[in-house]
């Protein structure tokens, strides 16, 4: 196969007039890195609550300055037609051999919808952030860090009902 040009520039998704979900550029030659390999997953679904999901996550590895994986980084980018655009950053580093591993979790979400058990959230700006960080020390000792910030009470259950039924409380 001949060697190809790609470029894919101001990719953005509208609902009429309003843009509601902006896709990242990609340029590449089939020479270097395909481009579409920093895509993760494509999501098109539906459900009462949210309505129609698209959704795209770009990630990639983390290489320390040896050509070691560090850890990994990926951006969700979703669009639901009851509610609208949201998006997050989430980080995943450290090792058994290093030391230290640790993940940090975060999204937007410009919510214009009603949460079922909770109602109309006080914003339609909504969001977490969420980071823990496990360290190992000298003499068998281990350090924990939790941060857990959310925008209201009602965002973690309505947006990740999953998690908020299957891990340890906030």
Avoid: M
């Avoid at 030659?29 to 494509?42: G, I, L």
């Avoid at 360290?135 to 068998?140: Q, S, T, V």
Wanted: aromatic share 14%; charged share 30%.
């Amino acid at each position: 196969i001949e060697n190809y040009h790609l470029e894919a520039e101001g990719n953005v998704l509208h609902v009429g007039a309003f843009p509601v979900l902006w896709l990242p550029d990609f340029v590449g030659d089939s020479a270097q890195r395909r481009p579409f390999s920093y895509v993760e997953d494509v999501r098109l679904s539906r459900s009462r609550q949210f309505g129609y999901e698209f959704g795209v996550t770009i990630g990639d590895d983390i290489e320390d300055g040896e050509g070691r994986r560090w850890g990994h980084w990926s951006v969700p980018l979703d669009w639901y037609s009851k509610r609208g655009p949201g998006a997050g950053v989430d980080l995943v580093y450290g090792g058994p051999d290093r030391g230290y591993r640790g993940t940090l979790r975060t999204r937007y979400q410009r919510d214009h919808g009603e949460d079922r058990f909770f109602g109309e959230p006080g914003t339609k700006n909504r969001g977490r952030i969420s980071w823990t960080h496990r360290h190992l020390l000298p003499w068998e000792v281990q350090i924990d860090l939790e941060l857990q910030l959310f925008s209201d009470r009602g965002y973690y259950p309505t947006w990740f009902e999953d998690q908020d039924k299957g891990e340890k409380p906030p």
